[in-house]
C-alpha cells in the first residue's frame, strides 16, 4: 500500500518554465489537497478538490492551476514559473469522515525557480 | 482572521525529560484542532486530534495535547522525550464553517524540537 504518492521529488526550473506535479493516491479517498511550505510560514492551502470532478481555490491559488484527473489523481501545475514559486509542494488526500479524519501525505516535491 | 500560533521556533529537551510544544489558536466557534510530525525529507504524519470530550486527548509514540478553551491552547506534550522524536511539529485547525471539507486546515508555522542525549 503506497499512500500519497508524488513525483518528482526534486525539479529547478528556470523563471518562465511550465512543469506539472503528479500527485497519486491508492487509498480511496475522495478529497485531495495541494498545500506548499515555506519556512516559518508552516503549510499553505493552494487548491483542493473535495470530490472527483470537483476544484476549489484554498488560500494561495495564484500562478498555479490544478486537475483532478480522476479519484486517484490530482495534479498541480505551474504555467510559468516565478522565484516565488520556490517551495517544498505536497499532495495530501483526506480519510474519513469529521470525527475520524485525518490527512495522508506525501514526501513532497522541493522546487527551485531560478 | 482565523489563525494559528506555534510562538517557539525550537524547543530544546533532554532525553528522559518531559517535553512540551505549545500551540495557541484564534478560531470562532468550536475548532477541531490536530497535531502533525514531519521527519527529515518526509511528508507530515498526524499525531493526534481534539474533536469534543475529554481535554486531554492521547495519540501516536506516546504524545498526548491539552485542549484549554479559556486559554484557546492546545500544547503537545510526551512525559519522556527520545532522541527519536526530534523532528518537525506541525499545529492545525480545522475552523467549523460547516462546509463540509474537513482537509481545509490552517497550520502553524511550526516548531522543532531538538532530544539530546
Known amino acids: 500500500n503506497a499512500g500519497v504518492t508524488q513525483t518528482p521529488k526534486f525539479q529547478v526550473l528556470k523563471t518562465g518554465q511550465s512543469m506539472t506535479l503528479q500527485c497519486a493516491q491508492d487509498m480511496n479517498h475522495n478529497s485531495m489537497y495541494w498545500y506548499r511550505q515555506d519556512p516559518g510560514m508552516g503549510l499553505r492551502l493552494i487548491y483542493y478538490?473535495?470530490?472527483?470532478?470537483?476544484?476549489d481555490k484554498g488560500e494561495v491559488p495564484n500562478g498555479y492551476n490544478v486537475s483532478r484527473l480522476n479519484k486517484r489523481e490530482f495534479s498541480l501545475r505551474l504555467e510559468s514559473a516565478a522565484p516565488s514559486q520556490t517551495s517544498v509542494y505536497f499532495c495530501?488526500?483526506?480519510?474519513?469522515?469529521?470525527?475520524?479524519?485525518?490527512?495522508?501525505f506525501g514526501s513532497g516535491t522541493q522546487l527551485s525557480v531560478l | 482572521a482565523q489563525s494559528v500560533a506555534q510562538p517557539e521556533d525550537q524547543v530544546n529537551v533532554a532525553e528522559g525529560n518531559p517535553l512540551t510544544v505549545k500551540c495557541t489558536y484564534s478560531?470562532?466557534?468550536?475548532?477541531?484542532l490536530f497535531w502533525y510530525v514531519q521527519y527529515p525529507n518526509r511528508g507530515l504524519q498526524f499525531l493526534l486530534k481534539?474533536?469534543?470530550?475529554?481535554?486531554l486527548v492521547k495519540g501516536s509514540y506516546g504524545f498526548e495535547a491539552e485542549f484549554n478553551k479559556s486559554q484557546t491552547s492546545f500544547h503537545l506534550k510526551k512525559p519522556s522525550a527520545l532522541v527519536s522524536d526530534s523532528a518537525l511539529y506541525f499545529c492545525?485547525?480545522?475552523?467549523?464553517?460547516?462546509?463540509?471539507?474537513?482537509?481545509?486546515?490552517?497550520f502553524g508555522q511550526g516548531t522543532t524540537l531538538q532530544v539530546k542525549p
Open positions: 481534539y474533536i469534543t470530550g475529554d481535554n
Open positions: 478538490s473535495a470530490s472527483e470532478g470537483t476544484t
Open positions: 478560531v470562532s466557534g468550536n475548532p477541531y
Open positions: 495530501a488526500s483526506l480519510s474519513g469522515t469529521s470525527r475520524g479524519e485525518k490527512l495522508f
Open positions: 492545525a485547525v480545522r475552523p467549523p464553517d460547516g462546509s463540509g471539507n474537513t482537509g481545509k486546515l490552517i
